[in-house]
Nanobody, 116 residues
Framework: VQLVESGGGLVQPGGSLRLSCTAS???????????MGWFRQGPGSQRELVAV???????NYADSVRGRFTISRDNAKNTVYLQMNSLKPEDTAVYYC????????WGQGTQVTVSS
């Protein structure tokens, strides 16, 4: 399975971005059985899990993003989304998606920079 993230960019504090992650190499009737997550790795930090969506569309979030980020999925498109609102400078990171467990190979990620 190959993962391709997109949608990052430079945004001012308080702004919004919507990230997308599309999985190829797996049919949609299989993709729907994956619990998927968004991860991020900030400068000098370890990669951390920030949002998860399971096969029943139940979601969970890290405390640092709860109430600001929303994860969703479109199984017909093999795609997972991350809507990010009220962005803060500390959200600056490279964002990746992946299966919750076991992991696939990582994609290239998409850079999110929050700065005025």
């Amino acid at each position: 399975v190959q993962l391709v993230e997109s949608g990052g960019g430079l945004v001012q504090p308080g702004g919004s971005l919507r990230l997308s992650c599309t999985a190829s190499g797996t049919p949609s009737f299989i993709f729907r059985f994956y619990d998927m997550g968004w991860f991020r790795q900030g400068p000098g930090s370890q990669r951390e899990l920030v949002a998860v969506i399971d096969t029943s569309d139940n979601t969970n979030y890290a405390d640092s993003v709860r109430g600001r980020f929303t994860i969703s999925r479109d199984n017909a498109k093999n795609t997972v989304y991350l809507q990010m609102n009220s962005l803060k400078p500390e959200d600056t990171a490279v964002y990746y998606c992946n299966r919750r467990s076991p992991l696939f190979s990582w994609g290239q990620g998409t850079q999110v920079t929050v700065s005025s």
